[in-house]
C-alpha cells in the first residue's frame, strides 16, 4: 500500500459544477497538507496549503483536513475551464519537512 | 524573477549514451530537488541539496544516476549509461528556508526518451 493514495481520474464535470478531489494517507506523522495544479507540460504549481486538521479557503478553492480519518479534500466551486488540469496532494510531517510525499495525481476537465 | 529555469526541454537519445540535464535554481533559494515523473509512479524524488550540499539521495535509482551542484545557482542530473526505463520528464526545483513548508517552485521540465 502507498502511503498516500489518490484517485488518478480522470474527471471531467461541466462548468460551474462544485469538484471534490480526495486524498488518503497512511501516516499519521503527517503534518503538513499540499494541493498542486499542474498544467499539461508544465510544472506543478502550489494552490494550496494546510497545517493539521481544519478547513482553509482561498476563493473558489477550498481544502481541508481529517487527520482521525487521514484523509484530505480539495473542493473548488464554480469551477472554470481554466481549471481543467492535474491536481496532486502532497503532505510531509514537521521533522523532514523537504522530503514531500506525493500522490498520483487527479486529472480533472471542466468542460465549458 | 526568471522562475526555476531547466534544460534541456526535450531530449531523444539512445540506449547507452549519456544524458545531462540543468537546472538553474531561483536566485536566493538554498534548497534545490531533482524529481522523476512518470505516469506509473508519479513524482519521484530523486536527490535533495540544501546550501549546495546532498542531504538526501536515497532516492536515486541507482549508480547511473548522479548529481551535483557546484554553486547556488547551477545543478545537473546526469545518467551514465541511459536505458529506455530512464525515460520521463525529470523536474528541478527549488525552495527558501524562510517559506512555507512545503511550498516548492518547479521548473518547466526537461522530457527524456531514451530508445
Known amino acids: 500500500q502507498k502511503e498516500v493514495e489518490q484517485d488518478p481520474g480522470p474527471l471531467s464535470v461541466p462548468e460551474g459544477a462544485i469538484v471534490s478531489l480526495n486524498c488518503t494517507y497512511s501516516n499519521s506523522a503527517f503534518q503538513y497538507f499540499m494541493w498542486y495544479r499542474q498544467y499539461s507540460r508544465k510544472g506543478p504549481e502550489l494552490l494550496m496549503y494546510?497545517?493539521s486538521s481544519g478547513n482553509k479557503e482561498d476563493g473558489r478553492f477550498t481544502a481541508q483536513v481529517d487527520k482521525s480519518s487521514k484523509y484530505i479534500s480539495l473542493f473548488i466551486r464554480d469551477s472554470q475551464p481554466s481549471d481543467s488540469a492535474t491536481y496532486l496532494c502532497?503532505?510531509?510531517?514537521?521533522?523532514?519537512?523537504?522530503?514531500?510525499?506525493w500522490g498520483l495525481g487527479t486529472s480533472l476537465a471542466v468542460n465549458p | 524573477d526568471a522562475g526555476v529555469i531547466q534544460s534541456p526541454r526535450h531530449e531523444v537519445t539512445e540506449m547507452g549514451q549519456e544524458v545531462t540535464l540543468r537546472c538553474k535554481p531561483i536566485s536566493g533559494h538554498d534548497y534545490l530537488f531533482w524529481y522523476r515523473q512518470t505516469m506509473m509512479r508519479g513524482l519521484e524524488l530523486l536527490i535533495y541539496?540544501?546550501?549546495?550540499?546532498?542531504?538526501?539521495d536515497s532516492g536515486m535509482p541507482e549508480d547511473r544516476f548522479s548529481a551535483k551542484m557546484p554553486n547556488a545557482s547551477f545543478s545537473t542530473l546526469k545518467i551514465q549509461p541511459s536505458e529506455p526505463r530512464d525515460s520521463a520528464v525529470y523536474f528541478c526545483?527549488?525552495?527558501?528556508?524562510?517559506?512555507?513548508?512545503?511550498?516548492?517552485?518547479f521548473g518547466e521540465g526537461s522530457r527524456l526518451t531514451v530508445l
Open positions: 502532497a503532505m510531509t510531517n514537521a521533522g523532514n519537512n523537504r522530503k514531500l510525499i
Open positions: 526545483a527549488s525552495s527558501f528556508a524562510g517559506g512555507s513548508t512545503g511550498e516548492l517552485f
Open positions: 494546510t497545517y
Open positions: 541539496f540544501n546550501n549546495n550540499v546532498p542531504i538526501d
